[in-house]
């Protein structure tokens, strides 16, 4: 007779807590825990070497990654534009004309914006460009699953590449930027 789910599994012999082996400590006589906090250290280090590594921007300079993110920050502005006068509807499908047209435009002015503040090296706009090209490549893997050509797969393994290569040089630019302290107040 076949016996049910629940029965096979209170069948089964169960490991007690007490009995689980711990787990090996990373040199002889330490302690699990000691381990640990010696990992943490170690990785401390490598963070504050990291750190010191780091020199800070020198007044008006601005890192190469930083200024290729606002060129091209300002030259997709001007290709929605010219993509919007051309006609091209950038929502697809049966979209209002108008509609359309006041979306390039607020799409186009945040990247206006955004290159502007990555040309003046402002940490907040860098942020802004990182989490626009972090949308862009969320956006282009999802597209990538439904591609239906061998143009359009080509066509979003470019923006991946571009938008992902420009993502991880702007991580480090950032770190160079470093924002600015806020103010006390005096109470």
Not at 22 to 29: K, L, M, N, R, V
């Amino acid at each position: 007779m076949a016996q049910s789910r629940k029965r096979r599994k209170k069948a089964r012999p169960r490991v007690a807590e007490a009995q689980r082996p711990a787990p090996a400590p990373a040199e002889p006589g330490q302690a699990p825990a000691e381990a640990e906090a010696r990992g943490y250290a170690r990785s401390r280090a490598k963070d504050e070497a990291a750190r010191a590594a780091l020199k800070p921007l020198a007044p008006g300079e601005r890192p190469t990654a930083v200024t290729v993110g606002a060129i091209a920050a300002v030259v997709l502005a001007a290709a929605n534009v010219v993509a919007m006068i051309a006609g091209w509807n950038s929502l697809g499908g049966d979209t209002d004309e108008g509609r359309a047209a006041a979306f390039t435009i607020l799409w186009s002015v945040i990247l206006l914006v955004v290159a502007s503040g990555m040309w003046r090296s402002r940490y907040w706009a860098v942020l802004g460009m990182q989490t626009l090209l972090g949308i862009t490549l969320v956006l282009a893997t999802l597209s990538l699953l439904t591609a239906n050509s061998v143009g359009s797969v080509v066509i979003l393994v470019v923006i991946l590449a571009a938008t992902g290569t420009l993502f991880w040089f702007l991580v480090k630019a950032m770190a160079r930027i470093q924002m600015p302290e806020r103010p006390t107040r005096a109470r």
